[in-house]
């Protein structure tokens, strides 16, 4: 790996400051990078389809904009979390040389995470194609009415969702958004997508698990406002009528990891607050057979 | 097709009339049948080497048990529900004979369900291996305590759980036992296992989702008695430190359908108590793009 | 009782209708009534102080409106149920001849439900009061992001929610939105507060139930929109630094009732999807001791 | 305060050392003491109706056990926690002293806990009755099959469950089993009995708020074994037929507690993981007006 991208969060201070740290560390090593700071959607101007990885500085936030550069070119992003939530980030501003390093010599893995493809349709015209690493969401405005939402898979008519709003997920958002709806946990590995309703009335009230090919079909039924957003980030108005359609984006997500593959439990057992010593089988005890 | 075995539930008066009338029906049509009315686990003196149906006359109970003689040879069933709950059958008994029919003339399709494979380990050693389309639950015996449970999934240290049982499910059993302890629904097509733990206390309470590959271990840790139990019927007793492998049975569960393939969401939403009104798209609503 | 008013829904035809009907019907029985259609929250001309009894044609949003005046003035309600939903209403447009004739004799009983009284402070000063029989909703606006609310009760630290929305609700409110975000169900006559969050992400997602003098006051810490919704009606913007105190409105609100006090059940477990057999205890066992 | 009962752990070896301790200390403080050290519900030969506290040396199922004692006579208890769990307790091994010397002189505040009183009916004839400081469970025995219980409040018919057990917890049992199977949160000092199924399958899974005059009725309906549970500690058999009977305990349970109100909410943050930090209100904000 010999052509790095740095993408620097604008917005945070400690971002900057680790970036020159990175950058010196990297010419020390003979690696030529580019350094790009942008701001929410905006175009960079960086060689991507020559570029062998992808450096975030920042948290999951900054890694959910990065991954709307990086997929398109199959470049694997390397996370170091300087932000409140780094789930995604695969060092910290104190551990992140000896990773870095591993991952410059070719000592790593490559993980491919599910993303999703969403096309809002109206009227039988497409009105906009989304994609997200996190999730989809379809749900109310300010006002706290309901909507209804018609669920179709792979054709077949599902059910109708009084909701609040309706997450179709992937793995990677399982422990974000729909972890906190209610929603069931999948190791980044799985290729399914989950659909969990946010405070369902009267109607199906359970999450529901799919197979990376199918096709959902979500039609949108209220007399307010209503609105879709890709990773809590990018939002669009919905018309009562729409239909968004979610599949299975072509490319993954890669990640460049160091970490062995258990680390996503571990994580996760962190942040729920289960402490650690939970998982020691005790003495005596053998591993398993 | 042409030769037809028939399960009858020996305790259940209409499954045996229903018998009659079906047997009646096959040779009208030529068609050979056999049999049996097995209680519980008992072999039966069938020819399912060269058998191409099995027709089960029962409930969801004896869809379960039928499995475990059906799936060596390979041989799809079809239910006609005479028990209580019937979610695995195609057909009624008031239904059947349009549906049979089909099913003789090869008018039919079919639905593959991923079986699991559970072995009991002692000291190094196997007590017992298992086969389950529902599930495999570990929990407490009669005493109201919570056992802990160490789960690994492929060698990867997950969590433990301290609760009154963990259930594995297999998108069969996701409406089953899984469901009523607050799993997510997976339609009978995913290749998916999914864990549930029964009143976790103080430790992870979500469901997790994993692929049907996965190598799932649990480790059994308590002070007093513990059962494994495989599809709600066969009950062995588990001793604090032994260790329950599960994966993925090598045949999966054939079943005989000509219900189209949204057959599983209607009987759900119906179960359920969510009426099929509220599926209609409604008037002007043009079906999804 | 021989002075009614009569409350229509202006937007549902039937509700006028009906109001035809019930009028005509009191005018025969030598009743004095008068009606008002008021939309919204616009103030209405009528006697109240000199009313018996307030007849509601309307489903529960109507009668959620009706409350605000009745309240003031110790005025039962009788409601009539012309909407979809009609969990407070006591009759139904086919059925409420008997039953309000039973009203009229004095043949009834006084349900007394509790209702909340809220306060929006800011910088010191009360910006709003409000009066809510189902709840008090504190949320995020159009934008899909968490907010944080401070809870305290009598003074104590409880904890921080960060969530899509904090609701404090009533006996009364516990069927609806707090039903949907998880909350436990409280049978009417109960004097107790629940407080349930939407979507919680890593902070209590537990419901909490207090005692009906408890003084709960909420800060609210975000840095995008939030809101302030009464009774799923009146909406206020919420500023972060906002505290909304919520204490016992000091007046309950009064429905005039002819069915057994079992009607609570009996139309929950109906909107639950749960049939009525399942209550049946069955030949041959005696009613409890 | 000048007559101590000191109740001691027979199993732990922390209890008896610590027994000691706190016997010298009173001693010295011319405090008359006895000490027990029971085993399950053996009497006790102590003069409780003299005595003016009891210190419990153990964790939360030493208290419970305690409360079969002391709440006849009305005497407080005074918890240090040397077991896994001291979620009742007032005070650990290293701060007892303090908190013990402010209890002696009069400066505390009396915790009055409510209790329920469970009757086990057969044919019309008293079988055992029952008291409980946390909950009763009537569960499902050994073998992994549902039970029906069809509840009745106040000879109103409420609902039907099916599932795993059905759970009747006072407030200070919300945190215990009833935590664990979804229930709400009830601060201490409520007056109310909250029923919490467990694993409710196709049947009411919602938890249930009453009020503490409720009488609860539980008819149990099932084909094998069933058992009534109180504090996890004592378990009878039920047969099918059988009706418990749950009202308040005429008397309530007392703990001297020297620390503030609040600290039922610090210890419950602290024990599900949401540490302290969170309920900071930040700099610049005001206390709530």
């Given at each position: 790996m010999n052509r790095v991208g740095i993408l620097q969060q604008?917005?945070?201070?400690e971002s900057a400051a680790l970036g020159d740290e990175v950058r010196r560390w990297l010419a020390e090593r003979g690696v030529a990078s580019w350094t790009a700071a942008p701001w929410d959607d905006e175009p960079i101007a960086a060689p991507l389809n020559e570029t062998d990885l992808v450096i975030v500085l920042g948290g999951d936030g900054s890694t959910l904009r990065a991954a709307r550069w990086t997929v398109p070119f199959n470049v694997p992003i390397f996370g170091i979390n300087v932000?409140?939530?780094?789930?995604?980030?695969?060092?910290?501003p104190e551990s992140w040389r000896d990773k870095l390093a591993r991952v410059l010599e070719g000592d790593f893995w490559l993980e491919r995470r599910l993303l999703l493809h969403a096309e809002l349709w109206r009227d039988n015209g497409l009105v906009q194609p989304f994609m997200a690493l996190n999730e989809v969401v379809i749900g109310r405005g300010a006002q706290a009415r309901v909507i209804r939402l018609h669920l179709r898979v792979d054709d077949d008519l599902v059910t109708t969702y009084i909701a609040d709003a309706l997450i179709v997920a992937t793995p990677t958002g399982s422990t974000a958004y729909a972890m906190a709806a209610g929603g069931p946990l999948l190791p980044p590995q799985l290729q399914n997508f989950v659909v969990v309703p946010v405070?369902?009335?009267?109607?199906l009230n359970r999450p529901l698990v799919l197979h990376e090919n199918a096709r959902i079909a979500i039609q949108v039924d209220m007399s307010h406002e209503a609105y879709l957003t890709a990773d809590g980030q990018k939002s669009v108005n919905v018309e009562s009528g729409d239909t968004v359609v979610i599949t299975k984006h072509e490319q993954p997500c890669l990640f460049a990891r160091?970490?062995?593959?258990?680390f996503f439990y571990r994580r996760l057992m962190g942040r729920l607050g289960f402490?650690?010593?939970?998982l020691d089988p005790g003495p005596g005890r053998p591993a398993t057979p």
């Open positions: 604008p917005r945070i201070h932000g409140r939530v780094g789930f995604l980030s695969e060092a910290t405070a369902a009335h009267l109607s160091v970490e062995s593959t258990g402490s650690w010593p939970h």
